[in-house]
């Protein structure tokens, strides 16, 4: 697996992602049994009081479930890991949640995933390719969203934070109705940070670059 110079393609090619992916690894951990004190504390960290930007309530509510369905299974692999369905092979803990925003349909969904070895490193790499092949969101009923690059926020925080980051925008209709996406990747050592915020009218990237950092905090507390 040419780790180094896919990631470094996808970089010049969508402009999809930011930070530095380099580096192979992985190997074989079909042993790997989930950690129960492990995954009790990544609940822990995003149920018990999370420090949350301003806007957010602090309250963490069930997984988040996307509206709608994409037909591409590229675009569906990308939005798994905030819904709590992290890439399997060589997890050892999961845990994810939801917070409600106080912007028109705002709602941020946060996933931890934790990895034997170095199949973080791996999955990332797995999601920035199925990333690169989603061009668009689709779904019966009008729902069309345009993956775009991160805005500026948020592509300068690829250097600030974590080990690795991908994420894009989304943006265009949902059920007819307007609806932004922003979708972000973040690996920090062994643990995979997913974060995925929405809203109809739109979503601030500067409240994103916050919640990313905010969840980042508790993934490494």
């Given at each position: 697996m040419e780790c180094g110079l896919r990631m470094l393609g996808l970089v010049a090619t969508g402009g999809?992602?930011?930070g530095s992916l380099a580096g192979c690894g992985g190997g074989a951990h079909e042993e790997v049994r989930p950690d129960a004190?492990?995954?009790a504390r990544l609940h822990e960290v995003l149920n018990d009081r999370p420090r949350?930007?301003?806007g957010f309530s602090p309250r963490a509510e069930r997984p988040w479930r996307a509206p709608f369905e994409p037909k591409n299974t590229d675009c569906l692999t990308v939005l798994e890991p905030a819904a709590g369905r992290a890439p399997a092979r060589a997890l050892t803990a999961q845990a994810a949640v939801s917070y409600r925003g106080?912007?028109?349909?705002?709602q941020a969904a946060v996933g931890l995933a934790r990895y034997a070895g170095s199949e973080a490193e791996e999955h990332l790499g797995d999601l920035a390719e199925a990333m690169a092949e989603c061009r668009?969101?689709?779904?019966?009923?009008?729902?069309?969203?345009r993956l775009r690059p991160l805005p500026a926020p948020l592509r300068e925080m690829g250097d600030e934070v974590g080990d690795e980051m991908v994420g894009a925008e989304l943006r265009g209709k949902l059920k007819g109705y307007p609806y932004v996406m922003d979708v972000v990747l973040v690996r920090s050592g062994d643990t995979l940070v997913s974060v995925v915020h929405t809203g109809l009218a739109g979503v601030d990237p500067e409240r994103t670059?916050?919640?990313?950092g905010a969840v980042l905090k508790m993934a490494t507390a």
């Open positions: 999809l992602l930011a004190r492990a995954t949350l930007p301003d106080d912007e028109l349909g705002e668009a969101m689709r779904s019966p009923g009008g729902t069309r969203l670059r916050q919640l990313l």
